[in-house]
């Protein structure tokens, strides 16, 4: 096996053999990805999120102190006394599990006051919290849309999303691309029920932000819902970081606000906010909720406090600014193709996943830990280093990050690059 003639894509699609046939070859091609230091997947870490990271590292076998450049914990709020503390304390008051489903006996109270903390921080009338953010997107999306309705999709939505859809009618449009909205609200017009539009407020493998407020006043003209998908945005944008609604000042306008407790509140779980009556539907009808134990207890009294610091500690989104802004003008003039990231994610778009690999490879060597993203997290000719960056990177940090990436810049020659047709864009 030469696995540099492959890509994951290839063993994703492959329809026609036995399912142990299929991971036996995808195992043989990771044995020569290990081989050749070309899997930077599943590293260990002995310390957990931070701005420096300790990992076990598979091909010395000791461990190596890191700069982490892929953590969504843009805030460090996992790190932060007060959601420690929290925590803890609700670990001594409640024990470790809530111990049944949230229907059925897993309700605590500070799963109430954790609802209400989110649906007053999202401006909305309530909320329905759940263990992961992608169970919140897959299961609230297939308890509300049916058979004869449609989910109108920016075609780089998460892969949440997509799955939540799977018992309804899809329609993608073009990447935050109005024209082609329009187009697709007009074809469905007159043929579907309910037609709700999904995009994600800022995108994941991206980090740009979503034209939300044209969004909402498209759909909303054309008789459709809108939903966003707050996960990279929570904490990260709006004035007090609130996210998508209060950066375009349409707070109260967006149907459905949901996102994940994972990424800047740095704890785990997802949440749906809206009007009572969704919430409630949801509450009853939504699979990953009704049939899933409830949320830990210390990690509502976590996920409380994280909110309670964006609010009363702006000076942390400020620093996390300070560095998107260095890191990207440095990343620019350095000519790395960075899509449109406009937040605290940051592509280096190669399309070509071998060099992906060693790019990857050599920045865990040089000490700095990224993630190689390819099919199908994006599409075949865009694959990328994907980095994030937290508002404790130091200066240091990141220079020491832009000084190896100049080097691997030249060496690899993927510096001002033609940017990719938007034709060649597949959806993922
Ligand atoms: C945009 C987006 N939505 C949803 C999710 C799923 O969230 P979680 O990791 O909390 O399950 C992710 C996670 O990676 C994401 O990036």
Redesign the pocket.
């Known amino acids: 096996m030469n696995s540099k003639k492959y890509s994951l894509a290839d063993f994703y699609d492959i329809d026609d053999m036995d399912m142990m046939d299929r991971a036996k070859f995808f195992y043989e091609y990771l044995e020569d990805i290990h081989k050749n230091h070309h899997s930077q997947y599943r590293r260990i870490s002995l310390n957990g999120s931070g701005p420096m990271m300790s990992i076990f590292d598979p091909y010395t076998g000791i461990e190596k102190e890191m700069i982490y450049m892929a953590s969504n914990d843009y805030l460090n709020l996992t790190r932060h006394p007060r959601t420690i503390q929290a925590g803890r304390s609700a670990l001594e008051k409640y024990g470790t599990g809530a111990g049944s489903v949230p229907l059925l006996g897993g309700t605590l109270d500070i799963h109430i006051d954790l609802e209400k903390r989110v649906a007053a921080f999202k401006g909305c009338e309530s909320s329905i919290i759940y263990t992961?953010?992608?169970g919140s997107?897959c299961g609230s999306i297939a308890a509300l849309l049916r058979e004869n309705d449609v989910a109108i999709l920016d075609m780089l939505v998460?892969a949440?999303i997509i799955d939540g859809c799977k018992g309804t009618h899809m329609e993608y449009f073009r990447h935050n691309n109005m024209n082609s909205l329009e187009k697709v609200l007009q074809k469905c017009k007159d043929k579907f029920r309910t037609k709700l539009v999904i995009v994600?407020g800022v995108y994941?493998m991206d980090g740009d932000i979503s034209h939300l407020d044209k969004i909402v006043e498209l759909a909303h003209r054309y008789g459709a819902y809108v939903m966003v998908?707050e996960?990279?945005a929570t904490g990260v944008i709006g004035k007090n970081g609130r996210g998508t609604p209060e950066h375009f000042n349409i707070e109260g306008k967006v149907d459905i606000v949901a996102g994940?407790?994972?990424k800047a509140l740095g704890v785990?779980?997802?949440f749906v906010a809206g009007k009572n009556e969704i919430i409630e539907y949801l509450h009853y009808y939504s699979r990953p909720y009704m049939f899933s134990t409830a949320q830990t207890p210390q990690t509502a009294a976590s996920l409380i406090e994280a909110m309670n610091v964006i609010e009363d500690e702006p000076e942390l989104r400020m620093k996390l600014w300070k560095n998107i802004n260095y890191f990207r003008e440095n990343l620019l003039s350095l000519g790395f193709n960075m899509g449109n990231s406009q937040t605290a994610i940051f592509p280096v778009i190669i399309g070509n996943d071998v060099k992906v690999r060693e790019v990857c490879r050599e920045m865990h060597e040089a000490g700095i830990y990224v993630n190689p993203v390819q099919y199908p997290a994006v599409s075949r000719k865009l694959s990328r280093v994907r980095m994030s960056i937290m508002c404790n990177h130091t200066k240091e940090h990141l220079d020491r990050v832009l000084d190896v990436l100049e080097h691997l810049g030249k060496k690899y020659d993927i510096v001002n690059r033609p940017k990719v047709k938007v034709e060649d864009v597949e959806i993922a």
């Open positions: 992961n953010g992608f997107n998460h949440s994600d994941s998908d996960a990279h994940t407790f994972s785990v779980g997802g």
